[in-house]
């Protein structure tokens, strides 16, 4: 099997990352937060149609593929970051960039004066969630439908958000409109070992079960 290149893995990613910078934005300036949730989606909704590169959406793979699939994570998630640092970059020249900052720096006060544990476990929720979502995506793509794709999608992003679970490649978009600091750097790498713990969670699952029957 060939290997994607670097530079490809790494353009998709910073385009997921772009897009889910886009969800946050949408997010944090609505007032009803159930249609902001729903909005939000759209950021992986695009991801999943045009192909492009969410470490979330990748992660829980690494159970099913070759050791050489974990560069592919790793480039992912640094394409990711850098793409919510240019979706928070772009969106600080708006005349909206107060309430997301406000927002933002809001939602990470609470998120980083958490303990690590709930961090964690939260962003293995999350991880399993996303996993699912982009595996409902695949699969409804394969059997072309496409209701089931819109909610098989859309659904589980909204139960990560409305449970307040966490995704760290959104979370980085919050750090970055929020203002960078170490803090904030270490909770997003705590959060994205758990999104990779829960998201090779059902996966591993399969496995066990698969070798016992």
Known sequence: MKTESFRSILTKAVMSGIMIGMG??????????LMGAFMFSFGLFTIIQRGFALYTGKVGYIPENSLIYIREVLITLLGNIAGTGIAALFVSFTRIWDKVH??????????????????????????????????????????KTDVS?????????????????????????????????????????????????????????????????
């Open 149 to 213: 794709f819109v909610f098989g999608v859309s659904v589980p992003v909204m139960v990560f958000i409305f449970c307040g679970f966490n995704h760290s490649v959104a979370d980085c978009f919050y750090m970055f409109a929020a203002g960078v600091s170490l803090k904030g750097i270490l909770y997003v790498l705590t959060v994205a070992f758990g999104n990779a713990c829960g998201g090779m969670f059902i996966p591993l699952m399969k496995k066990l079960f698969d070798k016992k029957q």
């Open 24 to 33: 946050g934005i949408v997010y944090l300036v609505m007032e009803n937060k």
């Open 102 to 143: 406000e927002a933002a720096a809001a939602s990470m006060a609470v998120k980083t004066g958490d303990n690590i544990l709930s961090q964690i476990f939260l962003g293995f929720f999350c991880g399993m969630l996303m996993y699912l979502a982009v595996d409902n995506g695949k699969k409804c793509r394969t059997d």
